[in-house]
């Protein structure tokens, strides 16, 4: 048996934290042995309204263990990925043993770990090429039953608009997603700086003259009242269906079941595509909402119910014989976000 040295435990934990999380939770917990890294969901950051049955914390841990598998093979070691490895144990997502492989191929992604983020901004330019596309539909195919959906124009696409808006505005609707989504953003960070969890203002894209009312919307009473007035499909319009209408690309990362192992390989391709896009110069935000609440575990006020049902009979002629999770919004963004989010000190992780 060999042991995993220290140069390459950081190397492979810097590639994984680099991964996306939902809100920038960041739930993941490492623990190393001597040949492998067991990855599991931190319950301290994982478990909350939306994530009552963990569907975005698989999400993430999908992520953060694509890029360590990816990382691993660039320093010459292959991965094998034992999923869910203890039945009982509904938080210990995967047991990963490196084994060192000199001549394996290393995987081009890998370039791209270190700078792909989420941007918020828009109008966005061009068009995504047929051949562009071809690379990302690949990159998801990668993983087993997974693939891209892409509306096409029309009809689709304007279910897509509208599905997107109508989870988007139930953030603002439902007190209770309402609350968790305001306790993720930093604002005492200040709308200039970045913070090392949870969201930063400054990368939120929201307007300088719109930033007083935003931060006010944080008090439920103040979203209460601004409700009245038709707040919540506002804030849809202006967080989902216009950037998205301004945006070239969009597309739905399907897999085919709601079962945490699907979602945890939806995970992986997510995290495969989004690599690919940045490599391609494409700018990505993801959009979770539609897909996360259609599933029906996320329990919503029984007045919005009748909306969840709404999306899930919507996204099913998008996605086929499966079921969508994260939306994709792509293009061409005339810069890079001036602030980009930041990550916790990695031995905040676990013991290491
Ligand atoms: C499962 C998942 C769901 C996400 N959902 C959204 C979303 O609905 N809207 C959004 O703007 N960003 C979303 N994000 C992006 C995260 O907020 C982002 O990854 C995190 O803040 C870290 O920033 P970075 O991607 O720039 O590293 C999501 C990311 C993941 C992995």
């Given at each position: 048996m060999w042991t995993v040295n220290q140069d390459m435990k950081v190397d492979i934990l810097r590639a994984g934290i680099a991964a996306p999380s939902a809100d920038n939770s960041q739930p993941w917990r490492f623990t190393w042995g001597d040949d492998h890294l067991d990855v599991r969901i931190d319950a301290t950051r994982s478990g909350n309204v939306s994530d009552t049955r963990y569907v975005l914390s698989d999400l993430a841990a999908g992520a953060c263990v694509e890029n360590m598998v990816i990382q691993g093979r660039s320093l010459g070691y292959a991965a094998q990925v034992d999923v869910?490895?203890?039945?009982?144990?509904?938080?210990?997502?995967a047991r990963i043993r490196w084994r060192r492989d000199p001549d394996g191929q290393r995987d081009?992604?890998?370039?791209?770990i270190d700078s792909r983020h989420t941007d918020r901004s828009f109008p966005w330019r061009g068009a995504i090429a047929p051949s562009a596309q071809a690379r990302l539909d690949a990159q998801a195919e990668r993983i087993e039953g997974a693939r891209l959906c892409w509306p096409r124009a029309g009809r689709e696409k304007s279910m897509a608009l509208k599905l997107v808006r109508l989870a988007e505005s139930l953030r603002f609707r439902s007190p209770a997603l309402h609350a968790e989504l305001f306790s993720s953003i930093?604002?005492?960070?200040?709308?200039d700086a970045v913070c090392e969890e949870g969201l930063a203002?400054?990368?939120?894209?929201?307007?300088r003259p719109m930033r007083p009312a935003f931060e006010a919307m944080r008090r439920p009473a103040v979203m209460r009242v601004l409700n009245r007035f038709g707040a919540a499909a506002m804030l849809g319009w202006r967080s989902a269906w216009l950037p998205i209408r301004l945006s070239p690309g969009l597309c739905l990362l399907v897999v085919p079941s709601a079962a945490r192992t699907d979602v945890f390989a939806g995970g992986r391709a997510l995290q495969r595509v989004w690599l690919e896009a940045t490599l391609a110069g494409l700018s990505v935000q993801p959009y979770a909402a539609a897909g996360v609440l259609s599933l029906g575990f996320v329990p919503v006020e029984p007045h919005l119910r009748q909306a969840l049902s709404r999306l899930d009979a919507g996204l099913a002629p998008l996605c086929g014989n499966g079921r969508g999770l994260v939306f994709l919004r792509l293009g061409q963004s005339r810069?890079?976000?001036?602030r980009r989010s930041g990550r916790r000190a990695m031995d905040s992780f676990g013991p290491g």
């Open positions: 869910f490895p203890e039945a009982g144990d509904e938080l210990w997502i081009p992604l890998a370039a791209a930093r604002f005492a960070a200040g709308w203002p400054a990368t939120l894209a929201v307007e810069s890079a976000p001036p």
